[in-house]
């Protein structure tokens, strides 16, 4: 397992950065992944995760990779929905704000159950929906701030392709995601986390 998701990050990691689109929208969209990378490496030991929660991970830096390659509002398979279901704009975006808050709800989930931070499941799945979105918002400040210093980039690291109500549509895919998570897989991450961590 340990293995399979090393080389999968790595590969399309390598793929992603090979003739980007565009070299700084690249590095500040795969930059997350980057970082997420990092702390996986330095926490592998000390603190392992739930086999759910890494895959969760590598899904998520997979989308910011392609991402990051084409450029959010050039990804081809939704080009190509975009033309074939006659959408106004392409939406891969959108799958990337989903996973903001899908993929941080376990993340949250995890480090409250395991730390003991707060006791019923009502008031952790409250917080965790309550830090996906205020780590959505402040990912749209990080844009902001970006585009404000950025030229050329801030057109393509946005992605808003015109649509005046795109960043609150990126919270709210957030908040979506988040709640689908908590919905969708408790069970599952329950039975991993009762089982115990295994770092193999």
């Not at 293995?3 to 969209?29: H, M, R």
């Not at 709800?105 to 830090?131: D, M, T, Y």
């Not at 210093?149 to 709210?172: H, K, P, R």
């Amino acid at each position: 397992m340990k293995w399979l998701w090393i080389a999968l990050y790595g590969c399309v990691l390598v793929w992603s950065g090979v003739n980007p689109k565009d070299q700084v929208t690249w590095f500040l969209e795969v930059f997350p992944a980057l970082v997420g990378g990092v702390v996986i490496l330095l926490t592998y030991r000390t603190f392992p995760l739930t086999s759910l929660t890494y895959g969760l991970i590598l899904v998520h830096c997979l989308i910011l990779m392609v991402g990051a390659h084409y450029t959010y509002a050039e990804v081809p398979l939704f080009t190509w929905l975009q033309e074939a279901l006659h959408m106004d704009r392409n939406n891969y975006d959108k799958v990337g704000h989903l996973a903001q808050g899908f993929v941080p709800a376990i993340i949250a989930r995890e480090l409250l159950i395991r730390k003991n931070v707060v006791n019923g499941s009502a008031w952790q799945n409250f917080f965790i929906i309550c830090f996906c979105l205020a780590f959505s918002a402040f990912y749209e400040l990080i844009e902001w701030w970006v585009a404000l210093i950025s030229d050329s980039g801030a057109e393509a690291f946005l992605g808003t392709q015109g649509y005046v109500w795109d960043t609150q549509s990126d919270m709210a895919m957030a908040l979506l995601g988040s709640i689908a998570a908590l919905s969708l897989l408790h069970r599952v991450h329950d039975r991993q986390l009762n089982a115990g961590i295994t770092t193999g």
